[in-house]
């Protein structure tokens, strides 16, 4: 896996979509130049595209997303504090405006809100920020709506479902384990962490060994126990 993403379809404003001129600096200045931004187009093969638009205006959605964060996880526990410090890293998350566009057909547009697996040390890291931003844009999407994605021109299609449907189990030390779905396991198991838990603590392997019967009777139900799903969990030892 290579990180994660929330994505959040819609269309665009055709005011939008109109290229746009680009701040003048002391060089266009000198060569009598005016250069404009719109959507850049990158070949899919067979005639297919990816279009992507500059995001810039889109940023505030980060910042909502680690007002909530604070808001609603004022005391995060041990497996949740080394998911906020991930989120905490530069860069994380990204934002992206793109679309994917078949041969003859419009442009499917989606907002990419982007959590990287940072080079494989991360992956489920990653996939808990992309669960907890699916679940603070489905509570705040009509005011997120109303004072972000409107304004700027982009309308998100009603009624998509955002959440991937990740299942994660807090585990004292290792973080956060994600239950693997059945057709997705092998030998090593149905649970996996971040291979920067294996780095930082030797016995990883031995841990998840000996805990995999036990891990997998809290979790035979199904259901998520991350701090925001099941705020009263505690983290197993």
């Known amino acids: 896996m290579g990180g994660m993403a929330l994505l959040v379809f819609g269309s665009l404003s055709a005011e939008r979509l109109e290229p746009r001129p680009l701040p003048r600096?002391?060089?266009?200045?000198?060569l009598g130049r005016t250069r404009t931004v719109g959507p850049r187009s990158m070949p899919r093969g067979q005639g297919a595209e990816w279009l992507e638009l500059d995001a810039t205006d889109l940023k505030p959605l980060i910042q909502r997303f680690r007002a909530y964060l604070a808001r609603e996880l004022p005391t995060p526990h041990a497996a949740s504090a080394q998911i906020v410090e991930y989120l905490e890293l530069s860069g994380i998350p990204s934002l992206y405006l793109r679309a994917e566009r078949e041969p003859g057909e419009e442009p499917n547009w989606y907002t990419q809100m982007a959590f990287s697996g940072c080079a494989g040390m991360a992956e489920v890291s990653a996939l808990v920020g992309a669960h907890w931003a699916a679940?603070?844009?489905q509570e705040e999407l009509p005011i997120i709506e109303r004072e972000i994605f409107l304004p700027f021109g982009f309308t998100p299609t009603p009624g998509q479902q955002l959440d991937p449907g990740e299942v994660f189990l807090p585990v004292a030390e290792l973080g956060y384990l994600r239950l693997v779905p059945p057709e997705e396991r092998d030998e090593s198991g149905s649970f996996e962490?971040?291979?920067a838990v294996r780095e930082s603590l030797e016995d990883t392997e031995e841990r998840l060994a000996a805990g995999q019967d036990r891990y997998a009777a809290v979790?035979?139900?199904g259901r998520c126990r991350c701090q925001f799903c099941q705020p009263e969990f505690d983290p197993v030892t």
Do not use: E, I
């Open 219 to 221: 979790m035979a139900d």
């Open 193 to 195: 962490v971040d291979h």
């Open 25 to 30: 600096t002391l060089l266009d200045r000198m």
């Open 135 to 137: 679940r603070w844009m």
